[in-house]
């Protein structure tokens, strides 16, 4: 007797069931397999008469719904592992992103876990606007039969710290809904309040669905795919096989090409995705920092369940150039300080944020003294945690290989000499060293599965991503148009990839290029510029159909391109700013418009 003789599964149906769970990742499968006992659960067993049985709970009943918005994988990745834990203890749970997330259904859920990152200066990621627009609208129902919790993802670094995950939890319990425990707020170190978040939110979950009828034991219809071995808590040693400045002599930025060899690592990334990479600090810097504090770094620390000298927890461990709200804030009461604390009103918001800009630890320790113990410091200081590059190479290409486009973050501030961590880190790298590295996953910068034309708006290293989409395209033949933006600030020393880009164009890989080099003349020209200039063809793409990709800075020039985006879409379609604005977000509804900032 086969296997499909003792299935109750009809035989003509099994191939459109195996076509259906084809390619699924485990969260989908096992959000489908809670849909499928709910739908279960709903119809009537032959030979039960429905006046014997309690009436079984709808499926918003009998689930957990776990809500995430992403931008760069975090959030994404917490949902997950909160639907494996959900799952795992026996409960219905379903993880579903922002942007594929039906509003109407609000109404009828039950138990609603929402994890969401905030974006530069207090946005939502992109898969979230209309998610948090909806929310904050007329239109938003009554939700006193729902129970919430919120996980707010962010930087400290930031003003807006969380704001995004702070809007929702309010707004939530403005509508009506039963706010289970506090939102959590975690910052870059994610675990620090995501791990006693999720624990207390998996328990609330098996006291909330208790009273629901007995869950009943799902089957896997396919073998789930297993984790990399190689993770972001277990990172590879790759090997560093190239770094190249590719930046001119006269140029005032130091931009790397860097190469990394992933043989044997088994490791796989798709065009669009990132590279994590964990940097240690400057030991100039460490020495720094516990010079001015006239610290040693050989005195013993226990924080949590580690042991270390001083010197590996600031290099090794913690994050000593950006500067976090919470440690300003210890600081300023070590210090006695008044104007520091005067940073901290909420009138003073705009002059903080541009102090971060420009001030790191070492700089705050220095112009405003306190007293530390080795114990305290690396208490009050935020973990140290890894850094994402767009990926800057097709992996259908270059093989068990990955490149990045860094640039060398190396400026001084009142004559001393102030750096980027992680660039500083693979800057210094020399050829044939490990850097440990995972992949990061960005399903949200994706090419088109067609031939579609795509259009791919970038400033400085945020031409990397276009780098592998463009060797992608090539390397499978796409028919579609590839139309690329660029923007920089001089020819001759700042065009990124020249060579490359001259010589796509003549083979026909990339159909059109547009360059802004903002100083090569009196008046300044940025990549938005040149958007305005192309209006009417960059209407006539979209409406055609093209893919629109956005990578840089998310502060200035994601913002300035999004306003000439909607210029343009108002004045090429006919339309007010508010329909250009709709329109837009249509297209990132439908993963049209993507963006990568940072």
């Given at each position: 007797m086969t296997a499909a003789t003792l299935s109750p599964l009809p035989e003509d149906k099994q191939p459109l069931v195996a076509r259906l769970i084809d390619g699924l990742e485990a969260p989908t499968l096992l959000w489908l397999s809670g849909y499928l006992a709910g739908v279960a659960g709903q119809r009537q067993l032959p030979g039960r008469s429905s006046a014997?049985?309690?009436a079984a709970p709808t499926e918003a009943q009998a689930k957990l719904t776990v809500l995430y918005g992403s931008q760069t994988g975090n959030a994404k990745r917490l949902a997950e592992d909160i639907g494996r834990r959900a799952s795992?203890?026996?409960?219905?749970?379903?993880?579903?992103?922002?942007?594929?997330?039906a509003t109407r259904e609000l109404k009828q859920e039950r138990l609603l876990y929402v994890v969401i990152s905030t974006q530069g200066d207090g946005e939502p990621p992109d898969d979230s606007r209309a998610l948090v627009e909806f929310l904050a609208g007329a239109r938003a129902p009554s939700l006193e039969a729902l129970r919430?919790?919120?996980?707010?993802?962010?930087?400290?670094?930031?003003?807006?710290?969380c704001a995004v995950g702070r809007q929702l939890d309010e707004r939530l319990a403005a509508l009506g809904a039963q706010r289970l425990f506090a939102a959590g707020e975690a910052d870059v170190?994610?675990?620090?309040?995501?791990?006693?978040?999720?624990?207390?939110?998996l328990q609330q979950a098996r006291e909330q669905l208790k009273t629901s009828a007995p869950l009943a034991k799902v089957t896997p219809l396919r073998t789930a795919r297993s984790t990399p071995a190689w993770h972001r808590e277990q990172p590879f040693p790759a090997q560093l096989l190239l770094n190249q400045r590719i930046t001119g002599r006269g140029s005032d930025r130091d931009v790397r090409h860097l190469e990394f060899s992933l043989d044997g690592s088994g490791l796989h990334y798709a065009p669009g995705d990132a590279l994590g990479v964990w940097p240690s600090q400057s030991p100039a810097l460490v020495e720094a920092v516990l010079s001015t504090l006239q610290l040693d770094g050989d005195t013993s620390v226990r924080a949590g369940n580690e042991e270390h000298a001083l010197r590996t927890w600031l290099t090794e461990h913690r994050e000593l150039t950006q500067l976090t709200r919470p440690f300003f804030a210890a600081h300023a009461e070590r210090s006695g300080d008044a104007q520091l604390r005067e940073f901290l009103l909420p009138t003073a918001r705009e002059t903080l944020a541009?102090?971060?800009?420009?001030?790191?630890?070492?700089?705050?320790?220095?112009?405003?003294?306190?007293?530390w113990t080795a114990e305290t410091l690396v208490a009050a200081l935020r973990p140290l945690a890894p850094r994402l590059y767009s990926i800057a190479s097709s992996q259908s290409v270059v093989g068990d290989e990955v490149h990045l486009t860094v640039s060398h973050v190396d400026y001084a501030l009142d004559g001393n000499a102030r750096w980027g961590a992680a660039s500083r880190y693979l800057a210094h790298r020399a050829e044939s060293e490990n850097v440990p590295v995972f992949i990061e996953?960005?399903?949200?910068?994706?090419?088109?599965q067609d031939d579609r034309d795509i259009i791919m708006i970038g400033a400085g290293t945020g031409v990397a991503p276009y780098r592998a989409f463009v060797q992608e395209r090539a390397e499978r033949g796409a028919e579609g148009r590839n139309w690329l933006v660029f923007g920089n600030p001089h020819f001759h020393s700042d065009f990124l990839y020249q060579v490359e880009w001259q010589q796509a164009l003549k083979s026909g890989q990339l159909h059109r290029l547009d360059l802004a080099f903002s100083r090569d003349q009196a008046t300044k020209t940025y990549v938005q510029h040149r958007l305005i200039e192309q209006g009417r063809r960059l209407y006539e793409w979209l409406e055609s159909g093209a893919h629109l990709y956005v990578c840089g800075d998310a502060n200035r020039m994601a913002r300035d391109v999004h306003k000439a985006l909607v210029a343009i879409v108002a004045e090429q379609g006919?339309?007010?700013?508010?329909?250009?604005?709709?329109?837009?977000?249509?297209l990132i509804q439908q993963g049209r418009y993507a963006r990568d900032v940072y």
């Open positions: 014997a049985e309690p795992a203890a026996g409960l219905a749970v379903r993880i579903v992103r922002a942007d594929a997330y919430y919790a919120v996980l707010g993802l962010g930087d400290s670094s930031y003003p807006n710290f170190d994610l675990e620090t309040v995501a791990r006693p978040w999720t624990e207390q939110a541009a102090l971060f800009s420009r001030w790191q630890v070492l700089d705050l320790l220095r112009r405003h003294p306190a007293d996953a960005n399903e949200r910068f994706r090419l088109p006919a339309r007010t700013t508010e329909d250009a604005e709709a329109w837009l977000s249509q």
